[in-house]
């Protein structure tokens, strides 16, 4: 879903999908808290779904097929984390624009996302559909 909609949505961008950001190299991280890359954050750093640089701005991207509230959270701790990596510092005082990309809203979800500004995309390409269906068992939009 995330390279998909990055490639029509930013062809010629410069973009990395599962973005380490974080204050600590992904290595010293993982080797210090001595846990999982699942429960990373809290420990020095983090995943972002993609990371997409523009001339003047950097967007951090979390994609969802359904998006709630932990993914709004997420994207909020990416956003403080990338200002916290050495790998990014010439980008610290750019606009950095914080995006969620999902197929279906929990309206929750977006109206926390609305309140700390971030960008909202919806895509529903046929393959998020038939997934969101088979999960859910019910036919999206009825």
């Given at each position: 879903m995330t390279s998909e909609w990055l490639e029509k949505a930013y062809?010629?961008?410069?973009?990395?999908?599962?973005?380490?950001v974080g204050p600590l190299e992904?290595?010293?991280?993982l080797a210090r808290a001595g846990v999982t890359p699942r429960v990373m954050m809290p420990f020095g750093g983090g995943w972002a779904d993609a990371i997409v640089k523009g001339p003047t701005w950097?967007?951090?991207?979390?994609?969802?097929?359904t998006l709630d509230t932990r993914h709004v959270g997420a994207l909020e701790g990416y956003?403080?984390?990338f200002r916290r990596c050495p790998?990014?510092?010439?980008?610290?005082?750019?606009?950095?624009?914080g995006t969620l990309l999902y197929g279906y809203p929990r309206t929750i979800a977006v109206e926390m996302a609305q309140r700390k500004g971030f960008e909202l995309v919806?895509?529903?390409?046929?393959?998020?559909?038939?997934y969101y269906h088979e999960r859910v068992g019910a036919v999206p939009g009825r």
């Open positions: 062809p010629g961008h410069w973009r990395k999908i599962r973005a380490w992904e290595n010293v991280a950097t967007r951090i991207i979390e994609a969802t097929v956003l403080d984390l790998e990014y510092r010439d980008r610290w005082d750019m606009e950095l624009i919806q895509y529903q390409p046929a393959f998020v559909r038939a």
